[in-house]
């Protein structure tokens, strides 16, 4: 069975999407109003939400051919939101410690490895809003 971050209930509830702008762009969210906080800004933990699976939208792309022999969950959360966000968000992923094959070599030999994923999320001027840290707990099924 594989995992399509996109077809999680919460994010359909979200209506979370592919972006659609070029470069290293995850996904996007449109501003509703229901997403506002006090101040009529994104709330902090739909921005949470949209960074959390574009983390693990990238692991699930960089480790495609092995997606359906991996339990992916995460362990732990750092975040620092740098801005309000208001209109479409975008997001973006990468690996923050580690590079793709050392990491797979280690998942490999150990059965499980922490993978820590970067996300961002920007405005539609490319401002950044949010930088989120991602420890991935990844094992064999």
Known sequence: MSIKVL???????????????G????????????????????????????AEST?????????????DEIIPVIRKAEVKYSKPGNGTIYSKAC?????KTK???ELKKRKRVIMKVKSELFNKEDERLMT?????FVAYR
């Not at 690996?95 to 590079?99: N, R, T």
């Open 7 to 21: 077809d999680i209930p919460f994010n359909k509830l979200l209506d979370l999407k592919t972006a659609d702008r």
């Open 23 to 50: 470069g290293d762009y995850i996904y996007m969210l449109e501003e509703r109003p229901d997403f506002a906080n006090h101040l009529g800004n994104f709330h902090a933990g739909v921005l949470f939400s949209v």
């Open 55 to 67: 983390s693990g939208e990238f692991l699930l792309k960089e480790y495609s051919d092995i997606v």
């Open 95 to 99: 690996f923050a410690e580690g590079d």
């Open 103 to 105: 990491l797979l070599e």
């Open 132 to 136: 989120a840290y991602f420890d991935w």
